[in-house]
């Protein structure tokens, strides 16, 4: 077992969130090393940003990620925390530009997977063009974390006369998905220890912001995004109607989801629209630019199968299901937690 | 063999089902139970209740494993939770259901240790890992889970794996039947008969309703596809006047059923009489360890100290599993009980007919 003195320790130690020589050592050889930046590596207490354009606005949201397991098929917790903040960010349709990453991590956390977090998180970055321009880390005692968690907070810029909001919509608008869900909670799901059953699903986990440039230039009148994670997207089909007090209804057919995720769903008695999704959006735009901002998405590379899904109508703010054969149910919110039945 | 599953949900086809479903629906009406919380979900599901001919009701039965466990049998999976340096391992369903005072979610937010695992054989891994605590695995459900209760106790015992065990609540499907037919207040004329319990334990078992009731049942799976053309052929059996036992889900059952898993559950367990919620004591109805296995008593082992059973006030989850009441007939339905706020299991868990009914309300 290293000691807390040990220069080269392979695991996290609670000195490395000392303040001292070993927390400047971690930040140096993992953090600087691989988020690099000009900003970042200036090393002040506080990012100094460029400050928007007149008329411009900024978008700010933060989200803190505590998945197990850390690394999954198609993702990890790193690629996580950078895609679910700059997707929240770009919802309001502002270009996401800075991150800050704060890591609590538990004392004896292999360094290497952490190294494996950021580069995965600098890729991630990379790809959607937003720098990591401050951080912070803790360490905790052993037993009283998961590994690691991470919280990301980002600053984006809304160009000017764009206002986004899911109380925007109205009757007559039209619902589009950028691709088929599910994946994400159900690549999950079959990599948690105690059920062990095996897909070839991956996650989703993709920054999805050059998709929503591309469907706010096609469709200028553009409402809404949102993108269904936790909950999936029965939860974000109500929220989106009760902001805008209107109803939502979704045509069960058009939806498109993977059959093995259908199959899994099937088996663990999941409703597919209450699993959760980390790189898709849901998207209101009104009918006569739904084309276009179909054809936005299919031209993106995370939006190939994106789809036309259902339409607004006047109501009081619930979302409805049409089956197939025609039958129209509510599609209710998730309460508690999906748990996997018994056969 | 890969199955292309969407032909099972292809509207035209289910169309043509339905057409045939009215073309044979009788003119007194008919009362058909499934007795599978799957069929349950299905059939809500797909809404196919308001597409019946007048007079042909769908009842559910007693067909969510987690609804019919009676709350004494919730309360000793919650006091073997509390005993010292113990793991709880079970399905989902489970951790979610309200005993007299607590459930196993509220057990585990307070420091108990309750694992969901997907497959019995998962408990033997956790007690590999785990070789200082007791392991123990919640035995809930019918004939579909007990042959792997059986095989993961079969695998413990040839390993030496001593720090694992089950809770015994198993039970089986047909001694069940014999009761619900038999009920005063419910007319059954026919049965949709579960699709993967009869995989387990085929025909045989269910040819009593026929010859001894003149009841007819069919064996079915759990797409659209399937359930209508279940429901079609139990139509033409009360059409033509006779009764069978027939299987619409040949893909997934064979008539004499599986007599490897069949002779495994017997090695393992012998039957038992079994505490039925809503049901009560029905001869025969459920399974316990076999004396060469009793050592894999948790009960036994860990000796629970188990609380004094209450039920709760206004539930009308009981006269619901026997299908004497659908669950928008119960007073709490929708009001009173919710998925988020539960009074009686048959809302809780996913396969409960309250559930069902409630997620897939129509507008």
Redesign the interface.
Known sequence: MASAFEPNASTVLLAHGSGGTMMKRIIDEVFYSIYGGEILLKGDDAACLPAPAPGERLAFSTDSFVVTPHFFPGGDIGRLAVCGTVNDVATSGAKPLYLSCGFILEEGFPLSDLRRICESMAAAAKEAGVQIVTGDTKVVNRGHGDGVFINTSGVGVIPAGRELSGANCQPGDVVLVSGAIGDHGIAIISTREDLAFQTSIQSDAAPLNQLIANVCKAAPHVRCFRDPTRGGMASTCNEIAQQSGVDIHIQEDAVPVHEQVMGACDMLGYDVFQVANEGKMICVVPADEAQAALAAMQASPYGQEAAIVGEVREGTGKAFLRTAFGAVRVLDMLVGEQLPRIC | MTLD?KRF?D?AL??GLIETIHRLAPADGANIMEVC??HT?AIA???FR??MPQGVKLLSGPGC??CVTANHEIDTAIALSRCPNTII?T??????VPGSTSSLLKEKAAGADV?????PL?ALR?ARENPASTVVFLG???E??TPLVAAAIKRAATEGLDNCCIFCAHKNVPNTLDVLVNDPQVRIDALILPG?VSTIIGVEPYRFLADKYGIPGVITG?E?VDVLQGIAMILQQLHDGRASIEIAYARGVMPQGNPTAVALMNEIFETCDANWRGLGMIPNSGYKLRPAFARFDAVERLQPQVEPTKEPKGCSCGTILRGAMTPEECKLFGRAC???HPVGPCMV???GSCAAYY?????
């Open positions: 599953l949900k509207p289910v169309k919380g799957t979900m599901r797909s809404g308001s597409v494993p987690v391992t399905f989902g369903d489970m951790i979610r694992r969901v695992v997907y497959s998962d956790v809930v459900g019918f579909t889970t993967h759990f659209p919710t998925p988020e868990s996913s396969e997620k897939y309300r129509r507008v």
